[in-house]
């Protein structure tokens, strides 16, 4: 079910072509987060290639978000999993087959879940280092020569997890960490090739996996606890992709942007 629909477009402060004739990269753009970025892009012009593990799941996507505007194109990949290069390379190449090019990567597959580190196994950390860090490396890799030769954009999900230290996350946060200084180290090294790196960092976002796993029903509300006084949404995330996507933020490089409602200033929710 796509949570972004025509109004996007008319209600906000985006023209509606902004990104007529760009095509973006996504991957984990069958799950929550990562899907609204995309709709967001397509919804104002651009096509986009959708990647993830689960065959149907992507497709079924894929199929979803393209009906949000008529002509828009968005194929979906499935039995891509960012740990393997080779799967990405291949996905790189039959996305520039079906849409021609790629000007925009959002690295977003991750994995998640709780444990605290005397359950947590060698292999449950690897599992998510190899998903969320070594897989936004492989996705940057895979795409490169379609960055370079487009001056493309970089967009890395990340979290705040990582600004203090959050007990069960200890995996995540420190893939995240990671992911932090690959964009920072990126946009460094890349800036001069005209290509830009940059990540957001989702704060607590209603309605998500992530939320889900992190924050179960029944739990203490968690509202009153962020600065300003509600959970984030998709929308927020969609938003702050197209301005950081935008001709707005072409001189926006090496930034970690916080949507987050504050929280982490007050040490988010411990
Ligand atoms: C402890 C666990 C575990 C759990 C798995 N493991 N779940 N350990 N608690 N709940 C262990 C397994 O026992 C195994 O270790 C190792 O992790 C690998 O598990 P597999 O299932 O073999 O791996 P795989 O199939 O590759 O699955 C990867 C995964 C899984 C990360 C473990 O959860 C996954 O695929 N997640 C993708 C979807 C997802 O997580 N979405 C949420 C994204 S939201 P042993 O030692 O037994 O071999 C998000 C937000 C982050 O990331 C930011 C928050 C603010």
Redesign the pocket.
């Known amino acids: 079910m796509s949570t972004l629909d025509q109004s996007f477009v008319t209600n906000s402060s985006w023209k509606p072509d902004l990104f007529k004739g760009k095509v973006v990269f996504v991957t ?1 753009g069958a ?3 990562c899907r609204v970025q995309t709709e967001a892009l397509v919804l104002l012009g651009a096509n986009a290639a959708i990647l993830g ?1 689960n065959p149907e799941k992507t497709v079924k996507a894929a199929k979803e978000i393209e009906a949000l505007r008529p002509g828009a194109k968005v194929i979906g990949l499935g039995n891509v ?1 960012v ?1 393997d290069v080779n799967s990405l390379v291949k996905a790189a190449e039959a996305t520039v087959n079906e849409l021609g090019r790629i000007d925009f990567v959002i690295a977003g ?7 605290d580190f005397n ?10 280092i ?3 860090l070594l897989g936004s490396y492989n996705t940057v890799k895979a795409t490169f020569d379609q960055l370079r030769k487009n001056k493309g954009a970089i967009l890395f ?5 990582h600004y203090y230290g ?1 007990p069960f ?1 200890l995996h ?1 946060g420190a893939a ?1 960490a990671g992911v932090d200084a690959l964009s920072n180290a990126l946009a460094v090294e890349l800036g001069p090739l005209g290509i830009r790196s940059n990540c957001i960092a ?4 209603g309605g ?4 889900s ?2 924050a179960p029903p029944g739990g203490v509300p968690l509202e009153n606890k962020i600065p300003l006084q509600r959970l984030g949404s998709t929308r927020d995330i969609a938003e702050a992709t197209v301005y950081l996507f935008s001709p707005a933020a072409s001189y926006v490089s090496g930034e970690i942007h916080v949507v987050d409602g504050a929280a982490w200033h007050i040490g988010g929710f411990m």
């Open positions: 984990g799950g929550t987060i593990r999993d740990r597959a991750a994995g998640n879940f709780l444990s359950h947590l196994s060698s292999n449950a950390f690897k599992s998510v190899s998903i969320d999900v990340s979290a705040t997890l959050v996350q995540v995240k989702p704060g607590m976002i998500t996996e992530g939320f796993r992190l």
